[in-house]
């Protein structure tokens, strides 16, 4: 029997693809319904019909998994801004905004995935930067260009915030690929408005934000405007 041509996917890597995009599929349901303490590759194995060994021909170990669940949910919350913003005003400002929007509105309809990333830890997991760093480091730059980006435009002012000039630390330093980074606000700035954000968000995802207001999606429009102002945002 012939080679297969370069490029093509072979029968056997179809069938482990979709294997492994099974694998995820209960994992995620787990998270889903168990919560981040609940993940069972047992219990995987037996949803899927499979012994706990056959499981570890595709992943080597639970972390392994969860890395890659972590990363699909990163690339995933990526996705989704990135199409936002294609189809949202160009505008520095309108498209700060779209991101948070589009944020949200991922994390709220991905509550597990939005906890595996930014919620409660897995007991036992502790993410390597190689591993996850990639893709968290892509969302990075995502809100870091935009709010670079208003500062360009004008639409942004950092000197009119409360944040002074900080030291970056070796996790943003390793993100950036540079050792040398000058003393500024704006890492901060970023800093402290997507984590506004995020916490906001959580408060939605893992608290009774949403039973103490009657309509979160205007306290989250008045927040995002608030968030923004501390930012230096002409709005």
């Known amino acids: 029997m012939p080679d297969p041509a370069p490029g093509t996917v072979t029968r056997r890597a179809e069938r482990r693809a979709a294997t ?13 319904t168990e919560g981040t303490g609940g993940l069972s590759l047992r219990g995987i194995a037996r949803s899927m019909r499979m012994s706990p060994a056959a499981l570890f021909r595709y992943f080597d170990n639970q972390t392994a998994l969860v890395t890659a669940l972590c990363v699909d949910a990163y690339d995933a919350l990526n996705d989704a801004i990135t199409e936002a913003q294609a189809n949202a005003d160009p505008n520095p400002t309108a498209q700060w905004r779209t991101l948070c929007l589009a944020t949200r509105h991922w994390s709220l309809n991905h509550p597990a995935d939005f906890a595996l990333i930014n919620g409660t830890p897995i007991p036992g997991f502790e993410a390597r930067p190689e591993d996850t760093g990639p893709a968290a480091g892509r969302l990075l730059t995502l809100v ?12 942004a002012d950092p000197s009119a915030t409360q944040v002074p000039p900080l030291t970056a630390g070796p996790l943003l330093k390793s993100l950036l690929a540079t050792d040398s980074l000058p003393d500024t606000p704006i890492p901060g700035i970023i800093l402290n408005g997507w984590a506004s954000i995020l916490g906001f968000i959580a408060a939605e995802v893992f608290g009774s934000l949403t039973s103490l207001i009657a309509n979160p999606d205007a306290l989250f429009d008045a927040h995002l405007r608030t968030v923004m102002q501390g930012m230096g945002f002409s709005q």
């Open 144 to 155: 870091s260009s935009g709010y670079l980006a208003a500062i360009a435009s004008g639409a």
């Open 20 to 32: 492994v995009a099974e694998i995820k599929s209960h994992a995620r349901q787990q998270l889903a």
